[in-house]
Each structure stands twice: as C-alpha cells, then as structure tokens.
C-alpha cells in the first residue's frame, strides 16, 4: 500500500516536470534550442501568482491566469529581443544567450524581490480522498488532472489545428515550411507563447506542493525537466510527458527507497541507462545521416 | 636543415602559440610587480590563483567542445574530483612532505589521474551518444559526482582511508583526521597553492592541448568534429579518438580543481555544479571555440569583471548578465555585424579624412 | 612494361550481395570481381543502388546477404575502420572533407594509421614525433603534386574550388595507402577540361601506385574512356557486365537509360 501511494506522489510530481518538459521539448523541436531560461520563466510565473494571490487577494484561478498572460509576454519578449537575431548562429551561441538569459531574470528577481523566500500561500484544500486503504491529496489529484488535460489540448492542436500542422512542419524543415508559405518566425513565437505559459501553469502547480517562492527557483525543475524531455526523446511531444511522469516517479520511489540524499544521483543515473539503450530517448527519432 | 624543417612545421601555427605564451608570463611578471609594490587591492589577489585554476579548465574544455566538437556540461565535475583528490591527498602526505611546493605538486597530479580515470570511465557509456544527448548524459555525471562527493564522508588515520555514505560513520583512531565531510566537504585545509604555480599550469595546459592539436591526435580530433563518416572511412577510430579529447580534458580540469581546493581552508562540494560547468562553458565559447589566447582572455576578464563592477553593488550580476547577452549578439548576428564594422569604417575614415585636412 | 609482368591478382570478390531497408531491397544479388591495376566502372541510372554498394563495401551499411572478400579475406565482421586498414579506401558523392582542416592536413589525416607515435609523443615532442611527421610531410605534398593541389597546401579544405574538394578526396583516400580506391562520381560538378584533366590523374594514380579501382560515374566519357570494364546495375540487381564496347551495344542498357 505503502508503494501505491508513494506512485500515486511520484505522478504527482512526475505531472509537473512533464508540463515543463513539454514547453521544452517544443522549443526544442521547433527552434532546435536548449532554452535554459525556461526555470527561470517559471520562477517568473511563481512571483506573479504569488503577488497576485497574496497582495492583490485575487482568486486562484484569475492568478494563475495572470500568471499565464504574464509568463508568455515574457516568453515571446525573450524570444524576440534575444534569440531571433541568432537564428543563423551555431547552436552553442544560441545556448550561451540563453544561459546569459536565465542570470538576467535570477539576478533582476532578486533585486525586484530581493533573496529572501516568500511563502506561497495555502490556496489548495489539504483534504484528501480515501480510496480504499490509501489516500490522494486534492493537490495531486488535481496536478494530475491539470497535466492531463494540458496534454490533451496540446495534442488537439498539433494534430487538428492549422498552427499545428505548420509547427510539425516547421520542425521537420524550416527552409520547406517557409517556401510553403508558412511564416516560420511567427510560429516560433506561438512556440514561446505556448511553452511559456505552461511554464506558469507548472510553476502554480510547483509552489502549492513546495510553497517558497524565491529567485533561483526554477532552476532545479529546469534542469529536471530538460533531463525529462531528452529521457522521453527530445522533440516529441508524447516523449516529454512520458519522460516528466516516469522521472518523477523514479524520484520519489528513490526517495522513499534508497535514499534523500542520492535521489537526484539515482534520477540521473537511470537517464544515462536509458540513453544507453535507447541512444535518442525513449520516444525519439532515430538520428541518421544519408551518406 | 633542422632549423628550416622546424620553421615549415610550424610556420603559421607558431604565431598564435607564442601570442599565448608571452600573453600569461606577461600577466605574471606585472602582476607580481604590482603585487611587490602593493599596489594590487586584497581582492585582486584573492583571486589571481582561481582566475588560473578556472583559465586551465577551461583550456581543457576548449580541447572537448572547441576541437573535438562535443558539448559537456561536466566540467565542473571533474574539477571537484581533482579538488577533494588533491586536498585529500595533501592532507595525507603533510607530515610525510612537508615542503608545500612538492606536496601541492604531487596534488596536482594526482588530481589530475584521478580525473582522467573518471573521465575514462564517463566517457564509455558517453562518447556512444551524439550531440544534445551528450551534452545531458555530461550534465547528469556532473550532478551524480557532486551528489556523491555531498554525500561521501572519508577519514584517514593510522590504519588508512574510512568511507562512509550518506551519514557518517567514519571512526578514526587518535591522531585521525576527517578529509571529507559530507555536504560540508572539506574543512581546515593546508593553504598550499600559489599564483606561480598556477601560472606554470597554465603554461603546461596550453603544451599540452598545443602539441597534441597539431599531430596525428589532433588532426584525428578535428577530423572527427569535421565528417565523422570520412574519418571513420580513412582509418580513424572516432571513439578512441573523442575518448582521448575528453580524457585530457578531464584530466586538466582535475588539475586545476586540485589548485583551487588547496587555495582555500574550506571547500563545499556544492561549489562545483552545474552553474559552474555552464560558467567554464562561456568563457571558452566567448574566447572564441579553439581559440587558447581568446580563452585566456575571456577567462580573465569575465572572472574580474564581477569583481570589477563591485561599486554597482547589486546591479552587478545584472550588468554581467547584458554583457553576455550582448557579446553574443554582436559577434554571431549579421545585421548588427555589419553595423559595427560600418561604425568602424567610419571611424577610420573619419581619421584619415582629419590628416588630409 | 610487358602485360605478363603486371600483378593480376584478384583484389575484390563480391558475392550475391544484397541489402534490406525495412521491407525494401535496395540491392540485391550482385556479383563483382576487381582485379589488380584494373579500373572498374559501376554504371546504372538514379536510384539503381550504386553508392549503396560502396556504402556496404565500406561497411556504413552491413549487408543483408551475401559475401565481400578482400584479397581473399572476408570483412563480414569487420568495420568501417578496420575495412580501411584491410585496404579499401574511398570517396563520397556528397564531398566530405575536414572542412576546417588544412588541404595537406587533410591528407595527413589519411596517414593516421601509418603513424606509430603516441599521444604522449606528441606531447613531449620526442624524436620519434619529429621524425614521422617529417616523413609524412613529405608523402603528403608527393600525393598533392599528383593530384595537381600542392600550390595550395596550407589553405582551408573548405576553401578549395569544387573541382579541387574533388581531388583533395582522392589524394586522402590515396594517403591510407589502400588496395582498392572507391571512387564515387569523382567527375560531378567537374567541367570537361577539368574532367579531362581527373582521367589522366586516375589513370596515374592506378599505374603510379599499382591499385584497383571501382569508380561510379555519370559521365559517359570518363566512364568509357578509362574504365576496363563496366558493371551495370538497375533497380539494386545486375544488368549487365563487360567491355565499354559490349556495354555500350547492349540492349538492356540501352533500354534502362533511354527507357522504352
């Protein structure tokens, strides 16, 4: 009983790194970037959810709605000002501007906010649902659903939109997208928008289960998440979820298992196990070049 | 004969080898003039042995991601197993050496070893894979060291070495000593490094990655990074080939990791994370990929800069933070390219129209 | 030089090869024998499967069915590498140079295996370092004087003109010292001076060094006018074998080149 419910903790975690990695793995699929500034956009959306839901007593869902709107002005403006001059550059520039990116936002939260840990306020019931012998918090039940219906919506678009189609375009070859009359650049942009606001749905989510709010937040999810989205294969859609959900639950089976300290070594090692097996992840597509 | 067989050897890649050479002794001799004369603010000095520790890292990651073509987010893993090697390795040794020169020698190599050895091992199961994969696969051994060294608790006494994990359990007989301390790592630390030795590492760095870049490892390393499918259809092993490239590289960044702990008393293996592989990142990539000088340089500058903008107080990191995005935007988008060297032009012009006048 | 002194050993004996991508096969059933300083063409329109084989004689693909022996030796098991050091050495259709790398770099690099000095040579600059790379040096601008690039040894590879890439191929794969060179389209993107120019490198390169060549070409005239003998493949299988002049009266090779 003990591991189902320790499971059922480790998906919820696992929900959270997903909606992450799946604002990863877009930007990754489309702009064929590491954004590493994407934890710091979620520390961005934390703040705004917090000051909203504190100072301004705003109700939970028009917080986190402002944090939405918020985080992917943010998202786009990021994009925009910093990554679009570099869309010729080698990758490895593209990967130190946005590493300059994420000090940028750390260091102008910290003097905005200053260091000190802000405590998110309790704004989901602590109650929980029996279920035979063991019990789900309404917050994991409810991060659960929310990951769910966010992959859902997600897949929808891909597939039966006509931003969809051009996004999958876009990231098999951007060259024969633009001659097909697609406007790449825009569609860059949607990417940021919509891996943004994620990020601020993730970062509610986040902070209700971890309530601190402080300026280096994100970047433990950050780099959780990124570890997801290569685990599922980067640039796959499904491939993120997946990878979010298993690596959260590994984490807190490691947790509860072996040991607090080495879970983040253990949650590690077993990516360099899968990759060792599956060199492009578990949902990837194989890499080949023509010869 | 020789003379002239040794000129055409190196024709034009001794330029940039002598720039690198004379750029460090340089930066040395003033620097220890200042130095002499006091003129150098406490501050400055505090940081001459890590901006070397930091600039031979560096060098070695520059042979991995500038050379070989490989992104690594580990760096600085490899320099927290040179660090807590050397400084275990000095604590064991200083009653039996007790000149500080030889001792924090002998630190450095065995830094060194125990680097390459993990870089060997890391390096199996990472070379199989390519591009953002690696550079994850790098990033994860980054976090698995740190999170075993935060973890790992040695003690060294009369019967040899005691290690624990997760809770310490190391009992010493009298006379004991703890080297390693879980997350508080290492406490009450001989301070043995020394600029000047710094200095030679830097020096031995830049022989190192020269000499092997132009030879047959070399020209196999850049033959790998250019068509690995070419390099594989005349002969080349890439896997041995890449191992060796990130092997010394590792091995370098032991070194200097060896230098740095035996800088300070106290050393927290939190020291040595991602963000500290990220920032040994950007000063090879803003020294220019396979650049050493510009890796020098960089590595200088960005580590005094911080330090530099002091008076900004909190603005500091801000400002940093710019500089870096703005460094990469001029230098990789042709707009603004083209701009700079019209302004440029322009300025020239402007000169040479003020003579004629 | 009297025919009967020349070495006419066999070099390459290729049997019932064949190779599957998915449910497709690409190649299938080939036959092919290459015999000491002989110049051999492999023909066929677009698609028929002839950089395929020389990817599978190369091992960048492991052949499905069938044997390739070396000089008697069977590579079944051998890779990419170690085919390179048994003796096959070749070039790409797409050019894949070092890019970054000097043109006489370039070819040092196909000396790679020649060279028996260590990392830790190179590093401590022993004698054994100087002497093997004064040794290299040397084969290296001897292969660049035949290949007609010696004036431009110390220029990026990238920065050679098409023709030029061509020929630097040739030179590195001739630097690894091989039995059979593989040629793949060494012509394309050549103007006919310059293609007239590369028949009479390759021909020196074959009665210089004494090898074996199998070459895919597209043009006719290089094709018929320095290969001895000419295999055509069609949609992965043989058509047809023999004499540029047998080739060229064949009805079957006409009918797949022109169609019906």
């Keep these: 009983m003990a591991f189902l419910s320790y499971l059922i903790n480790g998906l919820g975690l696992g929900s959270v790194y997903a909606i992450i990695a799946l604002g990863y793995t877009m930007v990754y699929g489309i702009a064929k970037m590491l954004n590493f500034a994407h934890g710091d956009v979620i520390m961005v959306g934390a ?72 405590v998110f306020p309790s704004v989901i019931s602590n109650g929980a649902l029996a279920l035979g012998g063991i019990s789900i918090s309404y917050l994991t039940l409810i991060t659960v659903f929310v990951c769910l219906a966010v992959m ?112 983040d070594a253990i949650v590690f090692a077993v990516l360099i196990i899968v990759l060792l097996i599956k060199p492009t992840g578990l949902l990837g597509r194989k890499l080949s070049e023509k010869v | 004969m020789m003379k002239n067989f040794f000129s055409k050897l190196f024709d034009q890649k001794l330029r940039s080898r002598t720039i690198s050479y004379l750029l460090v002794i340089i930066a040395f001799i003033i620097l220890q003039l200042m130095s002499s004369t006091g003129s150098l603010s406490s501050l400055l000095k505090s940081l001459l042995v890590p901006v070397c520790c930091y600039t031979v890292a560096a060098i070695g990651l520059n042979l991995n991601v500038g050379f070989s073509g490989e992104l690594n987010l580990g760096q600085a893993g490899f320099m927290s197993v040179g660090a807590f090697t050397g400084i275990c390795v000095s604590g064991m040794l200083a009653s039996m050496i007790t000149n500080p020169v030889l001792r924090l020698i002998i630190a450095i190599i065995a830094g060194a ?39 790992m608790y040695l003690g060294f006494d009369e019967n040899g070495l005691h290690v624990s994990f997760v809770e310490n359990k190391v009992t010493l007989a009298s006379g004991g000593k703890m080297l390693l301390q879980g997350p508080m790592g290492a406490t009450g630390t001989q301070r043995i490094a020394s600029f000047a030795i710094g200095i030679i590492l830097i020096l031995c760095a830049l022989t190192i990655v020269y000499n092997l870049i132009y030879s047959k490892s070399g020209r196999a390393i850049m033959g790998c990074r250019d068509n690995r499918i070419a390099a594989e259809s005349i002969g080349i092993n890439v896997a041995n080939t890449k191992m060796l490239a990130f092997i010394i590289s590792a091995s370098l960044a032991g070194a ?102 | 030089m009297s025919e009967n002194n020349i ?12 190779i599957d991508f998915g449910g497709l096969t690409a190649v299938n059933n080939l036959s092919l024998k290459v015999y000491n300083n002989e110049i051999v063409g492999l023909i066929g329109p677009n698609g028929a499967g002839k950089t395929t084989v020389f990817n599978m004689l190369t091992k960048v693909y492991q052949p499905s069915r069938g044997t390739i022996r070396l000089c008697g030796q069977d590579t079944a098991k051998m890779t990419t590498v170690e085919v390179n050091k048994a003796g096959i050495a070749r070039t790409f259709q797409n050019i894949r140079l070092f890019q970054n790398l000097s043109v006489i770099d370039n070819v040092k690099a196909g000396m790679h295996n020649k060279i028996t000095y260590s990392p830790a040579d190179s590093i401590f600059r022993t004698r054994k370092y100087y002497d093997q790379e004064k040794q290299i040096e040397e084969k290296a601008h001897e292969l660049l004087k035949i290949m007609g690039l010696d004036s431009l ?11 030029g890439q061509r020929r630097l191929e040739i030179a590195r794969a001739m630097a690894t010292d091989p039995k ?64 540029p002049e047998e080739i060229q009266s064949n009805p079957a090779v006409i009918k797949a080149y022109l169609g019906e």
């Design chain 1, 47 to 118: 703040y705004v959810t917090y000051f909203a839901l504190s100072l301004m007593k705003l109700p939970v869902l028009v917080s986190v709605l402002l944090a939405v709107v918020v985080s992917t002005l943010l998202g786009v403006t990021i994009e925009r000002l910093a990554y679009k001059p570099l869309r010729q550059a080698t990758s490895l520039s593209v990967l130190i501007t946005a590493i300059g990116v994420s000090y940028f936002l750390q260091n102008g939260a910290q003097l905005l906010w200053g260091t000190s840990t802000k």
């Design chain 1, 152 to 263: 859902g919506c997600l897949t929808l678009f891909i597939n039966k939109t006509k931003t969809g189609k051009a996004m999958r375009a876009c990231s098999e070859d951007k060259g024969a997208a633009a001659l097909m009359g697609i406007n790449v650049n825009q569609i860059i942009s949607i990417t940021f928008a919509i891996g943004s606001g994620l990020a601020a749905i993730a970062a509610f989510l986040l902070c209700a289960t971890y309530p601190s709010v402080y300026p280096t937040l994100g970047s433990m999810p950050g780099i959780k998440a990124f570890t997801a989205a290569v685990f599922g294969g980067i640039g796959s859609i499904p491939g993120a979820f997946l990878g979010g959900l298993m690596l959260g639950i590994i984490e807190i089976l490691a947790k509860a298992y072996i040991s607090t300290q080495l879970s």
């Design chain 2, 113 to 151: 070893l125990i680097a390459a050895l993990m870089g060997y091992i890391i390096g199996i199961p990472v070379l199989k894979l390519q591009g953002d994969y690696l550079a994850i696969v790098t990033l994860a051994f980054g976090q698995i060291i740190k999170s075993i060294i935060t973890n």
């Design chain 2, 256 to 357: 200097a990791g060896a230098l740095y702990g035996l800088n300070y008393s106290t050393l927290v293996p939190n020291k040595f994370d991602f963000n500290t592989s990220i920032l040994i990142l950007v000063f090879v990539v803003l020294g220019g990929l396979g650049n050493m000088t510009g890796t020098i340089i960089s590595t200088t500058v960005l580590m005094l800069l911080p330090e530099l903008l002091r008076s900004l107080q909190d603005y500091r990191m801000l400002i940093y933070a710019i500089v870096l995005i703005v460094i990469m935007l001029v230098t990789n988008n042709a707009f603004l390219q083209a701009k700079a060297a019209k302004l440029r032009e322009s300025l020239i012009k402007g000169k040479k129209g003020a003579k004629l006048s």
């Design chain 3, 7 to 18: 070495d006419r050993s066999l070099i390459l004996e290729v049997e019932d090869l064949g």
């Design chain 3, 153 to 163: 040894a110390e220029i990026s590879a990238g920065s050679l003109p098409y023709g």
């Design chain 3, 180 to 243: 059979l060179l593989l040629l793949d389209e060494p012509a394309a993107g050549m103007n006919p001076q310059e293609t007239e120019e590369l028949m009479d490198m390759i021909r020196f390169v074959r009665d210089h060094f004494h090898i074996a060549i199998l070459l895919i070409e597209h043009d006719m005239k290089l094709v018929m006018g320095i290969c001895e003998r000419i295999t055509v493949i069609n949609f992965g299988m043989m058509l047809a074998s023999g004499t």
